[in-house]
Every structure is written in C-alpha cells, then in structure tokens.
C-alpha cells in the first residue's frame, strides 16, 4: 500500500478499483489480528487529528481506536473549543495543524471546505463526512459485503432513501468494484447528476448504475439492500415533511421479500426505527449493521496505516 503514503481521500474516486481491494485486503487482515503495524512516521508515534464541525459516535470513536491500535495518539479538536470556531480562516488552521499533527480527518458541511484544507496542508486529509460525500463509511460497507459473500463483483447493492452523501459515495465505491447499484428515492431527492454520471463513466459497462423512484424494482434480486435516514445533520427541521414522501421506501419485512433470499441488509447508523427501517429487519437475522459499524474501525486502520506509510 505504499502508493498511498502521503495522500489525501477526500471522495472515494480518490481510490483507484485495486487500491479498494488492497485497502480492504489489509482491513481483513488487521480484524483477523494478522497484522499489527505499530511503528513511527519521522522518530515519533503518529498523531492524527480529528476535526468535526459534525456531531459523531462511530466515527470519532472508530477513528480513536484505529489510530490507538496503531500505536499513535489522537487529538480530539472540537471545533467550538479551537480557533477556528471563532473563524479563524481554514487556510491558516491548516498550515498551523500541518506543523503539528502527521493526519487530518475532517468531518464538516461543505465539501470546499475540506479541498482548501486539503490545499494548504501537506499531511495526508481524510474526509470524515461532508455534505457531499462519506467515503470511509463505504470502504466500511465493502468490507461487511465482501466478508458476507466472499466477492464484491456482480453483486447488486439497491440504496433507497434521500440521495444523499451516502448515495454519493456508494455510487462512487460500487461502480470501482464492479458492483450493481440501484438507487430508489423520490424523484425530487434523487443523488447529483454530476456523481450519477461520474459512476456511469467509472463502471463503463462492467456493472448496471440505475436510478428509479420504484423501490420495489429496485428491490427485486438484490443481494444487499442500504438505507439511511430521511433527513440528514443540518436538516433536522425538514424530517416530519419527509415522512409521508419517503415512507414508500421503508426497508421492512415485505420489501425484504422482493430482494434475494440471502440478502443482508446494511445502515450506516444512527437509525431512526420505524421509519427508514422496522425494529424487525434491523434485529432480524439478514442485518449485518452492527458487523458494518465495527468495520468502520477496522477500514479506517488500514487507510490511515497506508496513508502514512505504515505498511
């Protein structure tokens, strides 16, 4: 992986299909206690940063224990107890945390926001979430997929929900690995064309990316089916509205019974119960969320361990 050393993920297309499959490779090996990589970047143990303009469970926990794993140290940089939360201006915070600390993950709204840093900083810059796309999460989700059906190849993941940064990066990250992604949402919420197009070009001819309004088409034959939440952080006001547009694309027990009968079922977390999915189907035997949200620790050890040259 040491093509990675020195790198910025800022969006999943970042990665190329063989660095996905390196990456998730070494994910599997460091869950099977295989490879344990404990070293230093420049006579120190390495120091990441976390700043997140965001609230955050597993990703700041995840990231924390990755990089504790690793043998290096964590500096948790809540932005309401930092400068630039006072609005010292991103191109000096980024120069400054250059200086100090050997590994950015940001998690913010605007996805400038995250380039400028990426712009001004040397280190290595991971986007921990923005509005527009969360691609730790999806190389995440891979892993869960790979492990449950031993391939990503061929397979058809079916996304149904608001097109959002998770829609993003799936597109992105099913369309590398040659997996069929069908995204169901209301037609005025569906993902941004540019992203729906990027996926087309990427997976060119190799697997399907399809967008339609009918979950149940969407449903039908797939081998994993994702959802998220109806409103996204920012839009909490928005989310009693959303109910009644959203509700035909439930995953619930009927609509498990279109996709195939291994199916599992995936959510990035946190879920609102009873509205994007039932008690039943999160608790049922087809969920793997919770092996997916322990697999964020796992993918993210790998991609800061290669991003810093410690394999």
Known sequence: MGGLKGRDLLTLADLSAEEIAALLDLAAQMKAGKVNSIATVNGHVPVLGLLFYKASTRTRVSFTVAMAQLGGQVI??????????????????????????????????????????????????????????????????????????????????????????????????????????????????????????????IAAGRSEVILTNDAIAAAKGAQVLYTDVWASMGQEDLADARIPIFQPYQVNETLMNYADKDAIVLHCLPAHRGEEITDGVMEGAQSKIWDQAENRMHAQKALMASLLGLV
């Open 76 to 201: 948790d940089l809540a932005v309401s107890s930092t400068q630039v939360g006072r609005g010292e201006p991103i191109t000096d915070t980024a120069r400054v945390l250059d200086r100090y600390v050997d590994i950015l993950a940001i998690r913010t709204f605007d996805q400038q926001d995250l380039e400028t840093f990426a712009q001004y900083a040397d280190i290595p810059i991971i986007n921990a979430l923005t509005d527009l796309e969360h691609p730790c999460q999806i190389l995440a989700d891979l892993q869960t997929v790979q492990e449950t059906f031993g391939k990503l190849s061929g397979l058809t993941l079916t996304y149904l929900g608001d097109g959002n940064n998770i829609a993003h990066s799936l597109l992105l990250g099913c369309a590398l690995v040659g997996i069929n992604i069908r995204i169901a949402s209301p037609t005025d919420y569906q993902p941004s064309e540019a992203i729906v197009q990027q996926a087309k070009t």
